[in-house]
């Protein structure tokens, strides 16, 4: 599969060095930004696909309304296995546990 480019925002003064760890990556979803429940990361910065994959999935699931949410038909489409793996693990994991699991996503 060949990776399409995550959903980007311009963002001039955003300083993307000091959020790079040694793969040259940002770490997490640093200065990413969800505009109409996508996130967005800014133009010209290196983003983990399997993380922005994960993030999306835990935004799309965690934000949609009703009890049983379903994967976003572009998102799926835009990430691909990773997204749905992920989105498919939130579904079976216990409240606490996606709350832990969101907090802690955000740290690395």
């Not at 770490?27 to 910065?45: A, F, N, S, T």
């Not at 399997?50 to 934000?63: F, G, M, P, R, T």
Request: aromatic share 10%; proline share 8%.
């Amino acid at each position: 599969m060949t990776e399409k480019d995550v959903p980007r925002y311009e963002s001039p003064n955003f300083q993307g060095f000091e959020a790079v760890n040694a793969t040259g990556y940002i770490l997490g979803c640093h200065g990413g930004k969800v505009i109409h429940g996508v996130v967005h990361y800014p133009v010209g910065v290196q983003v983990d696909w399997e993380k922005a994959a994960c993030v999306q999935a835990l935004i799309d699931y965690s934000y949609q309304p009703g009890n049983n949410p379903v994967p976003v038909p572009a998102m799926k489409e835009l990430y691909g296995q990773p997204y749905i793996e992920r989105f498919e693990r939130l579904k079976n994991e216990p409240a606490i546990r996606r709350t832990l699991d969101g907090t802690l996503h955000h740290m690395k």
